[in-house]
């Protein structure tokens, strides 16, 4: 007889880059966040069985500190239907070798020419990690040698 296992889970959509620049309660930096949605299964052995919309939570990932904020349902229902072009907002992420392997984290603002440091002498996992929560593409980081 097979085990059946139940219970809930959760899982974690990112929607990318959206809505309106919001400024960053941390870093202070004003950019249209990553939006991140959190939702709860019911499961059987692992397989989604129910889930209900209306528990989803939702939050705004800063794309340059990282900050997490919650947000109101609604307001990322409207967000997810508010794609920001790259004339808006175009940050690339740049991995800068310090050493064998560390490196520093950077966001440059392609439409200020502004880099900014995010974090010191970290390894390339972790910033692919970062990246992929700021909204961003691990294949897009820029590696500076
Ligand atoms: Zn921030």
Known sequence: MATIIWGTMTRTKSFGIKGDKMKCWQCHREYSPNLL?????????????????????YNTICPICGFRDHIQQYRATEMIGQPVSKEVQDISYLAVQKAKNLYDFVALDNLTKEQILIAENVKYG????AVRYRGGKPKDIIKVV
């Open 37 to 57: 949605r959190e939702a709860e299964y019911f499961h059987i052995n692992y397989i989604p069985i129910s889930h209900h919309k209306d528990q989803d939570v």
């Open 126 to 129: 972790k910033i692919k990690g």
